[in-house]
């Protein structure tokens, strides 16, 4: 297996790495452990930013340049801070922002909007959420998206009727119970979390055609996936699914 010489583009260290050891949750570089995730989410946003993957260290400030991250690892998000007018924002503690209802003057302010691995965790339905994110973005804005996704047929959401819900334990194992807005009770189960309960819960298994779906219904042009290696940024995804992605609000022509 190829040993890869790579340079982080979040913390700027210089690693020696085995191919194998490139994983989309593994952290692989020596110094901030970042993982491929991560780097490809920063090398998406210089790409789209500047035209050329630049680290975090390499970056010039700026702060004409508004963005804004949902749950951003923090150290990026605190690069990120440093060098644009960048908030990094989340669903239950200051700075709070509510994807699924936004504060109205946040509507049209964003040069960038970062969002990985969050929207498998809004209740549904999702949509709302995709649609707010537009809204969010300025003419020409994008949006830095991750989630994960399969190649499956169909998207599968877990609880499709979510609306009243409360989390409690039964013999130790969490156990959702859901009030439908119907008045119908439903219990679910062998519950799966991303690294904690509440608003960890995973809601659903995007598949690639559903999320594509999702983007383009709320106003998103079609999405660029980071499919090809960027060694030299240490970013290899082995598999075609899970992909972080950037797309644009779609251009809305005039009549003439």
């Known amino acids: 297996m190829d040993m890869i010489e790579f340079e982080c583009n979040i913390c700027g260290q210089r690693n020696r790495v085995h191919q194998d050891q490139f994983g989309r949750e593994t952290g692989s570089c020596s110094k901030c452990n970042s993982t491929v995730r991560m780097r490809s989410i920063v090398h998406l946003l210089s790409m789209e930013l ?3 993957s630049l680290s975090l260290t390499e970056m010039e400030p700026d702060k004409s340049i508004v963005g804004m991250g ?4 923090e150290p990026y998000a605190k690069h990120l801070a440093k060098l644009f007018s960048y908030t990094n924002t989340y669903y239950d503690r200051e700075p709070m922002v509510d994807i699924t209802n936004p504060d109205p003057s946040l509507i049209g302010t964003l040069d960038f909007l970062i969002s990985t691995d969050v929207f498998e965790h809004v209740a549904p339905p999702v949509n709302i959420a995709f649609e707010n994110a537009r809204k969010l973005l300025k003419p ?3 949006f830095v998206f991750s989630v994960p996704f399969s190649l499956a ?10 609306h009243e819900f409360t989390i ?8 959702l119970i859901n009030t439908t807005r119907d008045g119908r009770t439903q219990e679910f ?3 799966v979390f991303h690294g904690g309960e509440g608003a960890t819960l995973e809601m659903r298994i995007f598949n690639k055609h559903g999320l594509e ?3 383009s219904n709320a106003g998103f042009a079609k999405p660029d996936y980071h499919t090809e290696p960027c060694w030299e940024r240490g970013i290899y995804f082995p598999q075609q699914w899970s992909l972080p992605l950037v797309t644009r609000p779609q251009t809305v022509l005039s009549a003439t």
Not at 153 to 162: A, D, K, S, Y
Not at 168 to 175: C, F, I
């Open 70 to 73: 949902m749950s951003d690892w």
């Open 213 to 215: 779906e999702q983007l």
């Open 50 to 52: 500047f035209g050329e």
């Open 168 to 175: 409690t334990k039964d013999r130790k194992n969490p156990v």
């Open 140 to 142: 020409g804005g994008v």
């Open 189 to 191: 189960r062998d519950l």
């Open 153 to 162: 047929e169909h998207t599968v959401e877990h609880f499709p009727e979510l």
